[in-house]
């Protein structure tokens, strides 16, 4: 927390809210999740900051320089907190509950990820909704680019769940979810947020609970 403030990669609030949900998360799934978590406030903070100069020069860098404030940190980790909540409440569920926090992290990492890399280094542009070439950087826009830097995004959160809880068909389920989690942050940035009837907050929350639901759906389908 002292550090984050320091390099100014979070607010204050914004430190206070990340370390509450920090140990939310390590009540529910021990240094796993703590590394899940970590891994992802990691990725998103070097994709932020990479070649940041020129997404100053594009207009399409984040505000605040990259500095998470607590409303941002809660988006983006609330639903794997409420998660880990869920572990303590229901110990009978406690499997389930930490794969779903893995979906959440890695739909919050590819969605940074994909985002700040895909500005950078996408060759083309499409809006996720018609798949007509677009402006880099408006909500809604994505490039192939991009979204591989997402589902690898994904892949390293599922890579750690894998290494604290076993190695199986879960790692895919991670991948998949984090992926179809980002697909709907586009869809929402296309459409609500582009309306102004969600903020990007909001888009960030909803796709993180996505992500969780459609591991849920996974697992009880197969």
Same mark, same amino acid.
Not at 39 to 46: A, Q, Y
Not at 132 to 141: F, I, Q, S, Y
Not at 155 to 173: D, L, M, R, S
Not at 177 to 186: E, H, Y
């Given at each position: ?6 390099a100014k990669? +979070? *607010?204050p609030a914004?430190a ?7 140990? !939310? ?5 021990g240094? *796993? ?5 970590t891994?992802?406030?990691? +990725?998103?903070?070097?994709a932020?900051?990479?070649?940041r100069?020129l997404? $100053?020069r594009?207009?399409?860098?984040? $505000?605040n320089?990259?500095?998470r404030t607590?409303?941002?940190?809660i ?8 998660l880990? /909540?869920g572990?303590l &409440?229901?110990?009978? %569920?406690? #499997?389930l509950?930490? &794969?779903?926090?893995?979906a959440?992290?890695?739909s919050?990492?590819?969605? *940074?990820v994909?985002?700040e +890399?895909? #500005? ?6 499409y809006?996720? !909704?018609?798949f ?6 408006? %909500?809604?826009?994505v490039?192939?680019?991009?979204? !591989? ?5 994904s ?12 190695? #199986?068909?879960?790692?895919? /389920?991670i991948?998949l979810?984090?992926? &179809?989690?980002? /697909?709907?942050?586009?869809v929402l940035?296309?459409?609500? $947020? ?5 903020? %990007?907050?909001?888009? %960030?929350?909803? #796709? ?7 591991? !849920?759906?996974? /697992?009880?389908?197969?």
């Open positions: 927390m002292i550090w984050s403030m320091r990669k +979070l *607010t914004g206070v809210a990340g370390g509450l949900i920090g140990l !939310l998360v390590f009540t529910g799934a240094f *796993t999740g703590l590394a899940m978590m891994l992802f406030f990691l +990725l998103g903070t070097i932020t900051s990479w070649k100069e997404k $100053e594009q207009g399409i860098a984040e $505000e320089k990259g500095g607590a409303g941002q940190v988006a983006n980790a609330g639903v794997p907190a409420l880990a /909540v572990v &409440l229901a110990p009978a %569920n406690a #499997n509950f930490r &794969l779903m926090m893995a959440g992290f890695a919050a990492a590819a969605d *940074t994909s985002s +890399l895909g #500005n950078v280094y996408g060759s083309r542009y809006n996720i !909704l018609s007509k070439r677009d402006e880099r950087g408006l %909500n809604g826009v490039s192939l680019e991009g979204s !591989l830097f997402g589902v690898a995004a892949a390293a959160i599922a890579c750690v769940y894998a290494t604290g809880f076993g190695w #199986n068909k879960n790692f895919f /389920v991948v979810a984090g992926t &179809l989690g980002n /697909v709907l942050d586009s940035g296309a459409t609500l $947020e582009r309306k102004h009837y969600l903020s %990007n907050d909001g888009v %960030n929350f909803f #796709n993180t609970l996505a992500a969780a639901l459609a591991a !849920l759906l996974v /697992v009880y389908i197969f």
